[in-house]
């Protein structure tokens, strides 16, 4: 099973201010298949990254990712009142299909 | 407008069985493998199961295999997951989510259903 680690748990910031969000496998995530995802209180989550840097349909490109193998990150290059959210990541190249713990980023 | 409705969802008592839907519209449902993932109150995600566009290939979490079946219904545009022995541990959000492609393995989940709950107490 690949085990997917993200810091930091809690990222405090204020709006406009970049956010980078880390994601370690550990083992190589074949064909960079993962996935970043959003998700608000009370709401389901949100594709927001595929394939480690491909942004789904709709997404604004303040977000970006990066990454292969083992080590892959989000960055949100300005954040927006609506971006204060919890990110998971989750890699989709191997059964079982494993989310990392999240990561909150919230408002400082 | 695609959309996933689940439902099914309910309190129930330790060892004791619960059947959640998931009803699917606005595409091919036939087309596309889908999964169940979960939520536990105040946790992450946790992929549950899944299963590919004819039913061909599923899979499932250790912590659910052997008591959880997945299953499809492509005439009625619906998946299913049949739980059985449940535990206070399986208490979370369920939602069914849409994979973009036919089969589970290097595909991602690009649509998610709201959830239903599913509450295993005594």
């Known amino acids: 099973e690949i085990v997917l680690t993200q810091s930091p748990g809690t990222l405090s910031l204020s709006p406009g201010e970049r956010a980078t969000l880390s994601c370690r496998a550990s083992?190589?995530?074949?064909?960079?298949?993962l996935a970043w995802y959003q998700q608000k209180p009370g709401q389901a989550p949100r594709l927001l990254i595929y394939g480690a840097s491909t942004r789904a349909t709709g997404i604004p490109d303040r977000f970006s990712g990066s990454g292969s193998g083992s080590d892959f990150t989000l960055t949100i290059s300005g954040l927006e009142p609506e971006d204060f959210a919890v990110y998971y990541c989750q890699q989709y190249g191997s059964s079982p299909y494993t989310f990392g713990g999240g990561t909150k980023v919230e408002i400082k | 407008e695609v959309q996933l409705v689940e439902s099914g969802g309910g309190l129930v008592q330790p060892g004791r069985s619960l059947r959640l839907s998931c009803a699917a519209s606005g595409f091919t449902f036939d087309d596309y493998a889908m999964h169940w993932v979960r939520q536990a109150p105040g946790k992450g995600l946790e992929w549950v199961s899944g299963?590919?566009?004819?039913?061909?290939?599923?899979g499932y979490a250790d912590s659910v295999k052997g008591r959880f079946t997945i299953s499809r219904d492509n005439a009625k545009n619906s998946l299913y997951l049949q739980m059985n022995s449940l535990r206070v541990e399986d208490t979370a959000l369920y939602y069914c989510?849409?994979?973009?492609?036919?089969?589970?393995?290097?595909?991602?989940?690009?649509?998610w259903g709201k959830g239903t709950t599913v509450t295993v107490s005594s």
């Open positions: 083992q190589s995530v074949s064909s960079s298949s």
């Open positions: 989510a849409k994979v973009f492609g036919i089969t589970m393995v290097g595909y991602y989940m690009d649509v």
């Open positions: 299963i590919s566009w004819n039913s061909g290939r599923v």
